[in-house]
């Protein structure tokens, strides 16, 4: 075979080796990478097919793991750690080829650097992004389906990616939130929510009869087949919280699986109600709120 006069046969062994060891490297690199996640969602997923125990529930709840979100977030920074593994060693190998032919490379890298620190001028706020992007990835900050508040809007995840996450609020708008713009972060589905229900009752109620009341509503809840599997513990009666002429308030309150606050909440609204309204407690209104007695 003849060569180019430029080209010798050792600059020729030798880029044949940068390019073998490049392509060796990155198989082992990204089968290593692949590997690690695979064995990580395989934990995962043996766990989920098992099935958590009610105590593995509440307290998976507590230290904020999530199988789901876990397979979501492994997925995620495997593929991040591949295509990062792929450009460097491009990269190596592409500088390593260049000096073996005799290019020089400091005026390129000099160039190089002029260059990157234009586009980073340029570029900042993408960067910002995606730096933030991948530090609330791997942080776990948030996920798809979580409640957050980014300072500006508030609405439930409905895509995380790297740049842009995309919520939807309560009226059903879709904001799209740049990652380098979110300077503050709220997350309501982390760990638990609470729960809490203000009971107004007539302010000259005896305030132990009511508390003991709402006491007995509030044990029924644990036991409560639709309720239950919400809770994380049972529901307390925090006491008085306030009173004003007329009204007198009690507050229940108890810890419940992330974002199903409403429902409990709503359970214990109507079963206080009825219950204070059987045992004869009376509300506010029976009072008359212009002349209270």
């Given at each position: 075979m003849n060569l180019p006069t430029w080209v010798t046969t050792s600059q020729l062994v030798s880029v044949l080796l940068v390019v073998v060891v490049t392509l060796v490297t990155r198989f082992l690199l990204i089968?290593?990478?692949h590997r690690m996640t695979t064995h990580a969602l395989e934990r995962?997923?043996?766990?989920?097919e098992r099935g958590p125990s009610r105590a593995d529930q509440i307290w998976e709840?507590?230290?904020?793991?999530?199988?789901?979100r876990f397979e979501q977030r492994t997925t995620t920074l495997g593929s991040v750690g591949s295509s990062i593994i792929s450009i460097t060693l491009f990269i190596i190998a592409l500088l390593t080829i260049m000096a073996i032919f005799g290019v020089p490379l400091a005026p390129l890298l000099t160039s190089a650097g002029v260059g990157g620190v234009a586009l980073a001028f340029g570029a900042q706020s993408l960067v910002k992004?995606?730096?933030?992007?991948?530090?609330?990835?791997?942080e776990d900050q948030y996920g798809v389906g979580d409640l957050i508040d980014t300072g500006e809007v508030t609405g439930t995840v409905e895509e995380f990616g790297l740049r842009v996450t995309r919520l939807r609020d309560v009226s059903g708008t879709i904001w799209y939130v740049r990652n380098g713009e979110i300077l503050r972060l709220g997350n309501q589905s982390q760990g638990?929510?609470?729960?809490?229900?203000?009971?107004?009752?007539?302010?000259?109620?005896?305030?132990?009869?009511?508390?003991?009341?709402?006491?007995?509503?509030a044990a029924r809840a644990a036991d409560d087949p639709e309720i239950a599997p919400l809770?994380?513990?049972?529901?307390?009666?925090?006491?008085?919280?306030?009173?004003?002429?007329?009204?007198?308030?009690?507050?229940?309150s108890g810890n419940t699986q992330?974002?199903?606050?409403?429902?409990?909440q709503r359970w214990l609204?109507?079963?206080?109600l009825a219950a204070l309204t059987e045992a004869g407690v009376r509300s506010p209104t029976s009072l008359g709120l212009s002349n209270p007695e």
């Amino acid at each position: 075979m003849n060569l180019p006069t430029w080209v010798t046969t050792s600059q020729l062994v030798s880029v044949l080796l940068v390019v073998v060891v490049t392509l060796v490297t990155r198989f082992l690199l990204i089968r290593l990478v692949h590997r690690m996640t695979t064995h990580a969602l395989e934990r995962a997923k043996k766990r989920r097919e098992r099935g958590p125990s009610r105590a593995d529930q509440i307290w998976e709840s507590v230290v904020m793991v999530d199988d789901e979100r876990f397979e979501q977030r492994t997925t995620t920074l495997g593929s991040v750690g591949s295509s990062i593994i792929s450009i460097t060693l491009f990269i190596i190998a592409l500088l390593t080829i260049m000096a073996i032919f005799g290019v020089p490379l400091a005026p390129l890298l000099t160039s190089a650097g002029v260059g990157g620190v234009a586009l980073a001028f340029g570029a900042q706020s993408l960067v910002k992004d995606f730096l933030s992007g991948m530090f609330m990835l791997m942080e776990d900050q948030y996920g798809v389906g979580d409640l957050i508040d980014t300072g500006e809007v508030t609405g439930t995840v409905e895509e995380f990616g790297l740049r842009v996450t995309r919520l939807r609020d309560v009226s059903g708008t879709i904001w799209y939130v740049r990652n380098g713009e979110i300077l503050r972060l709220g997350n309501q589905s982390q760990g638990w929510s609470t729960a809490i229900v203000d009971i107004p009752v007539a302010y000259n109620e005896d305030p132990d009869r009511a508390i003991a009341i709402l006491d007995e509503v509030a044990a029924r809840a644990a036991d409560d087949p639709e309720i239950a599997p919400l809770l994380i513990d049972t529901p307390k009666v925090i006491g008085v919280t306030s009173v004003s002429p007329a009204t007198m308030t009690i507050r229940v309150s108890g810890n419940t699986q992330p974002n199903q606050h409403w429902g409990v909440q709503r359970w214990l609204l109507r079963h206080c109600l009825a219950a204070l309204t059987e045992a004869g407690v009376r509300s506010p209104t029976s009072l008359g709120l212009s002349n209270p007695e």
